[in-house]
């Protein structure tokens, strides 16, 4: 009992003390959202919701593992309405933990694909990242490139760069790799890379480009996003993107790996009609663009375009594993790389 009194007085007190959210209207609807994304990508979105609407949004940011286990040990008495993720691994965790209320929505069905949403409605894509080749502009040309498998290659070996094993990215990309190739073919795949990697993994995707660039490796694998933040400041960076998996039969010509930024609603939302109100709006025309130019992601909407910068790169065959199987071979895609020493 102590404990869960004190968990209570922690949220309020982290809440009433977040220097992050707009000033609460006493008499107005409010909404209070629990984050993983970092303050700069959420706030302005928020900001215009509430021009919009009316609705004060209050919010806390952190990892989403806390989050999470936040969240769990609230239980009931938690103050979220709402849980905005990244990657499909920890949205299917949030599910699979009882956290999230599965809602109907003809608007949410409308303006989200399938694959990018949860079969039971507990969570649905906001934005979309690519998980795609980057490669030296002057050193790699581009139909020396094909998919994923190919990284495996002897012709790459000493020439990879890779981001950790430990971050979701990477664990949902294997996971992919288990539902297009089976779970040895997969293996094969991912010992390749070990064994072609040219220094140690990364700890995140702009160490993996900046190695390219300084020709400390040739290719490497990123969210797109990360490129395009860094051509935004350096256009000349000799980096280039490669579309993964566009051509050949079945799992070869698959499409490139897609993950999401998501949102649920929280069984413990005591607002669930405005909680739905912002989900169906993030899937919208006003915060879509915003999630497509504050970040360099991908719309979910198809009604909406990427940015310029983005748009460049041309379009792209995305691969169409539902997402929720990133989430459920999570596991399964840890031990795998454990087993071939990919750390």
């Not at 906001?126 to 498998?149: H, N």
């Not at 694998?221 to 566009?246: C, I, K, S």
């Amino acid at each position: 009992m102590m404990r869960k009194i004190a968990l209570i007085i922690a949220a309020t007190i982290v809440l009433g003390a977040c220097g992050k959210s707009e000033p609460s209207q006493p008499d107005g609807p409010e909404l209070v959202i629990y984050s993983s994304r970092i303050e700069q990508l959420i706030k302005p979105i928020f900001d215009d919701f509430t021009k919009e609407t009316g609705i004060t949004i209050r919010y806390v940011t952190d990892e989403a593992g806390p989050l999470l286990a936040r969240l769990k040990a609230e239980g009931e008495n938690s103050p979220a309405d709402m849980l905005i993720t990244v990657d499909a691994g920890n949205l299917w965790h949030a599910a699979d933990m009882g956290i999230l209320a599965p809602v109907k929505s003809e608007v949410l069905n409308t303006n989200i694909p399938p694959a990018l949403r949860d079969e039971q409605g507990r969570w649905y894509g906001v934005s979309i990242r690519a998980r795609t080749i980057v490669y030296a502009t002057d050193r790699v040309k581009p139909e020396e490139l094909a998919g994923y498998e190919d990284l495996a290659g002897p012709q790459w070996n000493g020439r990879l760069c890779l981001r950790t094993s430990k971050k979701v990215y990477n664990q949902s990309l294997v996971a992919s790799l288990i539902v297009a190739l089976g779970a040895e073919k997969a293996e094969e795949v991912v010992s390749g890379w070990v064994n072609n990697l040219a220094v140690s993994p990364f700890a995140n995707d702009v160490k993996v480009v900046e190695a390219i660039d300084a020709g400390q490796c040739d290719v490497g694998l990123v969210n797109t996003y990360y490129l395009a933040r860094m051509l935004e400041e350096n256009p000349d960076l000799p980096v280039g993107l490669f579309w993964a998996n566009q051509t050949g039969e079945g799992a070869a010509g698959r499409g490139v790996h897609v993950n999401i930024s998501g949102a649920g609603i929280t069984k413990a939302s005591k607002h669930k009609e405005n909680a739905m109100r912002l989900l169906e709006w993030l899937s919208g025309p006003t915060a879509q663009y915003d999630f497509a130019h504050l970040n360099q992601e991908y719309p979910v909407n198809d009604k909406t375009a990427p940015s310029e910068l983005i748009e460049q790169w041309g379009r792209f065959r995305a691969d169409t594993m539902p997402l929720s199987e990133a989430g459920r071979l999570q596991g399964d895609a840890i031990r795998l790389m454990d087993r071939v020493g990919y750390r």
